[in-house]
């Protein structure tokens, strides 16, 4: 009697029961968008489930909490007994954990490529959170007067790449981070990709893809201020 079909069988089982028993990765972060919002973008879109634990502002002042982290900053993530800091770090291991050929490229030079383009957007997120945290009130003219600059180097990437991401012809971590960053940045000035036909493009392509769309229309999205102080 042939019996590698129920061997096979057996085997799927097992596979799948311990897929269910996994536990999910853990957010440990505010109730904010803020360095945050890319990874769960991220998570939503690959179809992952993960628990969310909420710090509100008064528990992260009195110190207990911050004392235990590496670094002394969220957000902290945890996948079983594995805990990593620092938001781009994890957002590289979930590319990595997630197959590297899907969203970190098809080869070593795809994935360096992808590694420059989000180390790029954290160079504008950094300009767009001190403007926010230490500049709003006077900066925030001058910020919207420059952003052309940087957006204009995104919008030639992208025009020129015809494989309508930032780098080949399929989604990356980078993406999602640029997608977080130009969808805050039409918050703080909503025409600002008027003159960016490729980057316009991009934004409603990418807030299209149906789980990214249920993301960006659910309650638990637009709860979220984007950032600590509520300016935006």
Known sequence: MDTDWMKTETDIQRRQTRTKKMPAYVITYFAVRGRCET?????TDQGQEWKENEVTFDMWKKGDLKATCVFGQLPKFEDGDFTLYQSNAILRYLARAHGKRRLY??????AALIDMMNDSCED????YIRMIYQDYENGKAKYIEDLPGDLTKFEKILSNN?????????ISYADY???????????????????FPALKSYVARLSARPKIKAFLESDAHKSRPINGNGKQ
């Open 39 to 43: 990874m769960r973008m991220l998570l």
């Open 105 to 110: 490229g098809k080869d070593d030079k795809q």
């Open 124 to 127: 504008l997120r950094l300009k």
């Open 162 to 170: 015809k494989g309508g991401f930032l780098v080949g012809g399929q």
């Open 177 to 195: 981070q640029l997608l977080d960053l130009l969808l805050n940045h039409q918050v703080l000035s909503p025409g600002c990709l008027d003159s």
